[in-house]
């Protein structure tokens, strides 16, 4: 699945923290990233349940053979998918990246304006560059390695949460 990005709003247009509006665009990919992946998941799981319970039900009620053979193909078909797609891995790690990063976001937004300094800007930054470095490190491994993507999860370099990884 490639990675795709909506196109940016121009710049300065949420606020006049061009940190901020880069943070919050990001959190807005995963979640679109998250919530998408999370359909896909559940659409072929569901599929795939459906189809292969109705491959059995035809065949035991002796359905014609081009029937069954037709929903035990479309049951093949969506394991294809599921394993091309890998929606759940993609769900997991995009849900993971906005974990990591909502909660930076949101201490720099409780901040007042007179206290983002350079070094808080600064700090927000790095946050982001982490959590988007490491999700797309994971992502890119996953594929080499030809495995899925969801499976025990390591703590980003410079993660200082004290969240356990899940």
Known sequence: MALRRPPAPAPGSL???????????ELEWFTF???RA???HYATEFGALATGSVTVI???????AV????????TVFIGGLRQAF???GRYVLAAEAWARLSPAVE???LLSPSERTPEARERLLERIETVMDFEIAQWGTSL??????????????????????R
């Open 15 to 25: 606020s006049d923290d061009l940190v901020l509006d880069y943070a919050l665009r």
């Open 33 to 35: 990233t998250r919530n």
């Open 58 to 64: 035809a065949a035991g009620l002796h359905a014609p």
């Open 86 to 88: 890998d929606h759940g």
């Open 107 to 109: 201490r720099y937004r």
């Open 144 to 165: 080499r390695q030809g495995h899925s993507m969801a499976g025990p999860s390591e703590t980003p370099p410079g993660d200082g949460s004290t969240q356990p990884a």
């Open 38 to 40: 999370r359909l896909g």
């Open 67 to 74: 029937i069954t053979a037709t929903i035990a193909g479309m």
